[in-house]
């Protein structure tokens, strides 16, 4: 009976936080349907973990990524992986066009961080979503017209799905 109590007790503090995440892909809080088209294909380029992206903005690739222990990331993540059996890994982005705001989408769940002119960049927004093939989340990044690092990090797998796209 105390192992009941005590399970129904966890699932009633759980069951907000989970309720807060929304499910389906009209949930986000801008449109991605050209990312998630883009995300979903089968022939993306792959990219290896402190590479030097060779393609302009916008862009799709595959990331792969390295052991926290060992992904060697320039600056330590704002947030801490929960696991340490987590993935991680960084790249270098050519300078865009133009300053202004950039989205970068990944197919799973990750932490996102920018750099740019040796200082972390502040998201400006962030949406999530479950339950949609694809796409996980999508963060948009104020950046300038100079080349940037993005670093992943808190990867459940070793690759991931990513578009940088501009709005």
């Not at 807060?20 to 979903?40: I, M, S, Y």
């Not at 769940?109 to 998201?123: L, M, P, T």
């Not at 400006?124 to 670093?151: H, I, M, N, Q, Y």
Request: a neutral charge; proline letters at 10%.
């Amino acid at each position: 009976m105390k192992a009941a109590c005590v399970a129904v007790a966890a699932w009633a503090i759980a069951a907000p936080a989970l309720a807060q995440e929304p499910v389906g892909c009209d949930k986000f809080k801008w449109p991605l349907d050209r990312e998630r088209a883009t995300l979903n294909g089968s022939d993306l380029p792959k990219i290896v973990s402190g590479a030097q992206v060779p393609f302009p903005i916008p862009f799709a690739t595959i990331v792969a990524l390295k052991p926290l222990a060992d992904a060697k990331l320039p600056t330590p993540p704002e947030l801490t992986p929960k696991s340490p059996d987590s993935f991680a890994g960084f790249f270098a982005v050519p300078a865009p066009k133009r300053a202004g705001s950039y989205k970068i989408t990944l197919s799973t769940e990750g932490w996102i961080d920018v750099e740019q002119n040796g200082h972390a960049v502040k998201s400006a927004a962030f949406s999530g979503a479950l339950g949609c093939e694809g796409v996980r989340k999508s963060v948009r990044f104020d950046l300038a017209a100079a080349p940037f690092t993005v670093e992943l990090s808190g990867v459940k797998v070793d690759t991931i799905n990513l578009a940088i796209s501009g709005d």
